[in-house]
């Protein structure tokens, strides 16, 4: 099969489009023939081994353990292991494996769930991580509640898209910030108020939030703070910036660090895949009230270029790969 490989960290062009083996599913996996995959910030972090801290935590010190690239799938299931019990050969899925950017590869069966009927191949390669991210931030961290006022800043990127939309599905009042050029689709998407970003400071709005999800991670502490109610919660999404060593999350560091001190909620997570957030997306989108946005569409041997596009941080929702 032909599949994006790398052998060493570094830019996108360490990444090679190669004939590999088809991957064997284990006693749990399906094996998916790969119709798309999403493009998210994870690929990048993955492909260039920075922050050193995810090495670390696992993806390999010298060199990435999963040499293939790509961590969101949609496709038709071509095999099962012998224990999954939820899945036959033929079902359209999507889901969240290693190495989606690939003609065929394998997912653990808690990982997937039947694709929305409602949404193509690339429209459901591009939901998972994204979504995941907006979905915990705003419902496990945020407690978002119906009729509180949440600030969604970086509203037009992949997590910020899904995030207005579920926030507005959790019946709050959704302001959105964002670029003069994406006002107009954020409030496509469902925001009572925008606010651009290049022309006007939240902060100084007078404005005061329950709730701030801030996907771009670029401004102050002491400056999100002033925008939070009085016992306001402040979540972080990504670690993108900083140093080389722990990217963004010194600054998120500092955050939870404080937050037994005052009495706003700050909040730093990591979103964690599962089968049960995957289908309550799946009835969200089934429902119509979450809409993947996809800005851009590559070819499989196009992934480097996907890549350098979604680093430049001027996507309008998400990136997909088409195989």
């Not at 004939?19 to 023939?33: A, E």
């Not at 081994?49 to 690239?69: D, E, F, Q, S």
């Not at 939870?256 to 089968?275: D, Q, T």
Request: hydrophobic share 40%.
């Amino acid at each position: 099969m032909k599949a994006i490989v790398q052998d060493t960290y570094g830019s996108p062009d360490v990444l090679q489009l190669r004939d590999i083996d088809t991957p064997v599913p284990g006693d749990d996996d399906v094996l998916v023939r790969v119709h798309a995959a999403g493009v998210d910030p994870g690929v990048w972090h993955v492909m260039t081994g920075l922050p050193y801290l995810i090495r670390i935590m696992g993806y390999g010190l010298r060199a990435p353990k999963t040499r293939v690239r790509g961590f969101d799938v949609a496709g038709r299931v071509e095999a099962v292991g012998k224990n999954v019990t939820r899945f036959e050969v033929g079902d359209d899925v999507f889901g969240m494996c290693n190495g989606s950017f690939a003609e065929y590869a394998c997912a653990k069966e808690d990982a997937c769930a039947r694709k929305p009927a409602n949404l193509t191949f690339e429209q459901a390669a591009v939901v998972p991580n994204s979504a995941f991210t907006a979905l915990q931030g705003l419902r496990n961290q945020g407690k978002v509640q119906a009729g509180q006022r949440v600030l969604i800043i970086g509203a037009a990127g992949g997590v910020g898209s899904y995030a207005v939309q579920l926030a507005k599905a959790f019946g709050a009042d959704v302001t959105g910030v964002c670029s003069t050029t994406k006002l107009d689709l954020v409030r496509s998407i469902g925001a009572d108020h925008v606010i651009d970003y290049t022309r006007e400071d939240f902060a100084a709005t007078g404005q005061r939030y329950d709730v701030i999800l801030d996907t771009a991670g670029a401004r102050p502490l002491s400056r999100l703070r002033r925008a939070l109610t009085p016992r306001g919660t402040l979540v972080f999404v990504g670690a993108e910036g900083g140093n080389r060593w722990t990217g963004g999350i010194g600054r998120q560091l500092r955050a939870v660090m404080l937050s037994p001190f005052v009495r706003h909620n700050l909040r730093m997570f990591i979103a964690m895949g599962n089968k049960e957030d995957l289908e309550f997306l799946k009835e969200l989108i089934e429902a119509g009230k979450v809409t993947p946005l996809i800005d851009r569409t590559y070819s499989l041997s196009e992934a480097p270029e996907a890549i350098r596009y979604l680093a430049k941080g001027h996507a309008r929702g998400k990136v997909a790969i088409t195989v």
